[in-house]
T-cell receptor, first 110, second 112 residues
Framework: AQSVTQPDIHITVSEGASLELRCNYS??????LFWYVQSPGQGLQLLLK??????LVQGIKGFEAEFKRSQSSFNLRKPSVHWSDAAEYFC????????FGAGTRLTVKP | ETGVTQSPTHLIKTRGQQVTLRCSSQ?????VSWYQQALGQGPQFIFQ???????GRGNFPPRFSGLQFPNYSSELNVNALELDDSALYLC???????????FGQGTRLTVV
């Protein structure tokens, strides 16, 4: 069945440093893939999505993600992290419902 | 364009009680899904409604039930509350056939 795995539970980066959050998917065909962000106690905000076509997708807040079929990955990246990026990040794949990874908590050091 | 709104934002209930959570879908969205997010975990699918009928359900017992109304808004009802029901409950809406879902801010339920 379709699923996603986020191998990193918690990542800490310094403000201004680059960021990469990992997501691996399990899917037979070309998947739809999403990244959501959740600030503490809040709902989920869609950062970006991949449906088909260009494997590098741009999202909001300066985030991008690259779909790599050969690695079954859809990693989220940002070249320079801001303190306000501290949050929980979820990779997701739609099936009959939306299936989420366990999430990666991002801490930003000043 | 109004986004997905949920009410209430927080509530506290006693074990054994019943609770109703509400969700207004985003304008033009006809499909509503509910998720439970326990602390430190990813959201887990409860069920989905389309055309006022449940058309998908996750691994949740029957005491979790729902409704969808003609205006596409939805309710989640939980009977016989248990301590483990304490969680953030998220509602998401989308257009049937479109994969992209938009989430509300959630209702934080605490069962004591």
């Amino acid at each position: 069945a379709q699923s996603v795995t986020q191998p990193d539970i918690h990542i800490t980066v310094s403000e201004g440093a680059s960021l990469e959050l990992r997501c691996n998917y399990s899917y037979g065909a070309t998947p739809y893939l999403f990244w959501y962000v959740q600030s503490p106690g809040q709902g989920l905000q869609l950062l970006l999505k991949y449906f088909s076509g260009d494997t590098l997708v741009q999202g909001i807040k300066g985030f991008e993600a690259e779909f790599k079929r050969s690695q079954s990955s859809f990693n989220l990246r940002k070249p320079s992290v801001h303190w306000s990026d501290a949050a929980e990040y979820f990779c997701a794949v739609p099936y009959k419902d939306m299936r989420f990874g366990a999430g990666t908590r991002l801490t930003v050091k000043p | 364009e109004t986004g997905v709104t949920q009410s209430p934002t927080h509530l506290i209930k006693t074990r054994g009680q019943q609770v109703t959570l509400r969700c207004s879908s985003q304008s033009g969205h006809n499909t509503v899904s509910w998720y439970q997010q326990a602390l430190g975990q990813g959201p887990q699918f409860i069920f989905q409604y389309y055309r006022e009928e449940e058309n998908g359900r996750g691994n949740f017992p029957p005491r979790f039930s729902g409704l969808q109304f003609p205006n596409y808004s939805s309710e989640l009802n939980v009977n016989a509350l248990e301590l483990d029901d304490s969680a953030l409950y998220l509602c998401a809406s989308r257009v049937q056939g479109v994969r992209e879902a938009f989430f509300g801010q959630g209702t934080r339920l605490t069962v004591v």
